[in-house]
């Protein structure tokens, strides 16, 4: 982020107000303006997974990673390696199968509810996502032990209400060419400095990963 920063303002003096190019000058604030929204929203979803909120965490960072692709359209070097985000995308998103299958096994009214929730409004729509954009071997194999999973559910004896609940959701889960993508954006936060952002990003990847991930300059 720092040295991105550093680039982009050494470009917009380069290309200041003044100067005939503002369709340029206009650009280079956009594209800068989306990869700190990128950043924040990434460090949020990471920090939320460290924190062990993984349904919080999803929902940032299905954002961070949809609005990166469309910098990464724009050069390879224009945002965040996709590689990043869509690890801890995918951790969070088995994180909350698992408690949603945990959930649905209970049998209580109550919390087979809310597990049937985070399939329909949070997991399954950021499949489809998943899906529709150039899909990963590692995305398509945790797509499929989620299917595999709920699928498994139907060889077995279980009550009926859950038979109904598994009739009316698995088919969204195995097809998704068949309903418009719809996730909720997670609330908006304003930006920090680029070295607080470096700085916090730095300390949550050491945290996750044991080892320190970022030098701040």
Known sequence: SISIMKVAQAKLKEIGPDDMNMEE?????????????????????????????????LSYLVYAYQSNAALLMKGPRRGVKESVIALYRRKCLLELNAKAASLFETNDDNSV??????????????????????????DLDA?????NH??????????????????????????PSTEIIVLKEPPTIRPNSPYDLCSRFAAVMESIQGVSAVTVN
């Open 25 to 57: 000058y206009k650009k280079w604030h956009e594209d800068y303006s989306l990869f700190r929204k990128v950043s924040v929203y990434l460090l949020t979803g990471l920090e939320l997974y460290q924190k062990g909120k993984y349904q919080e965490a």
């Open 113 to 138: 509810t809310e597990g049937i929730n985070v399939m329909n409004e949070l997991i399954i729509p950021c499949i489809h996502l998943i899906i529709n954009n150039d899909i990963s071997k590692d």
């Open 143 to 147: 797509i499929e032990i989620m299917r």
């Open 150 to 175: 709920w699928c498994s559910y139907l060889g077995q004896d279980i009550a009926e209400n859950l038979q109904l609940c598994l009739g009316e959701f698995l088919p969204r889960l195995l097809d």
